[in-house]
């Protein structure tokens, strides 16, 4: 019999055709998993069961992690109108509301990226902040059209450090390889993962691959 088979303080039988999840505090990885409509007549794939065994994440940190949706952010009032502002702030470019909050999210440290390692903690963007890096990028030559291309292809760079890494690294790139104007805007449009290296190993590799001078 499926009921017995299935007996288990996680599985409740809510109809005789219907089978549901009765966990409040945790989320299934797959939504279609979370309500299943079943023949009680009928076996239950095994695989499915195993899934439903074994698919459990904290709600919060897999809805942050999948959409990065700004409501499902553990912010207070006041930071979460930072955030729609910092949104405003890509207005210019034509991204969705869940791309602003994916982007926003990946330079802020809410959602994870392997450009940041373990080293981002999460922080509440400055609309500030981000407007004056969108103004410096766009000092270099940089169209909104580029600007969009650009951090599509490299968001976090909205979470560099515009004197340290940002204006300095743009320095090197000129005074020590000569790369200016329109030679600048070329590079940055292929690699501006550039525009927050902050580690020269000279080979003598120190584990921060992604920020390091040597990719150049």
Excluded at 86 to 109: P, Y
Excluded at 173 to 201: A, F, H, M, Q, T
Aim: charged share 25%; proline share 5%.
């Amino acid at each position: 019999m499926l009921g017995r088979q299935l007996a288990s303080p996680l599985l409740t039988f809510d109809s005789p055709t219907r089978l549901s999840f009765s966990t409040p505090d945790r989320a299934i990885a797959s939504p279609n998993i979370a309500c299943l409509n079943v023949n009680s007549s009928q076996a239950l794939p095994s695989n499915l069961i195993q899934g439903a065994w074994t698919s459990h994440f904290p709600r919060k940190k897999w809805t942050i992690h999948s959409s990065a949706q700004i409501d499902n952010l553990t912010l207070n009032d006041e930071d979460k109108k930072t955030w729609e502002t910092c949104r405003e702030a890509l207005s210019a470019f034509e991204f969705s509301i869940e791309e602003k909050d994916k982007i926003l999210g990946k330079a802020f440290g809410h959602v994870h990226s392997p450009y940041w390692g373990e080293e981002r903690k999460r922080e509440v963007p400055k609309f500030e902040i981000v407007n004056e890096i969108l103004d410096h990028l766009r000092s270099l030559g940089l169209s909104d059209d580029d600007l969009y291309k650009l951090v599509k292809k490299f968001p976090e760079v909205l979470g560099c450090s515009l004197d340290k890494e940002l204006k300095t690294n743009v320095q090197i790139l000129e005074k020590d390889w000569g790369i200016k104007g329109k030679s600048l805007r070329n590079l940055l449009l292929r690699n501006p993962k550039v525009l927050g290296y902050n580690v020269d190993c000279k080979g003598d590799c120190m584990a921060q691959c992604t920020r390091c001078w040597v990719r150049f």
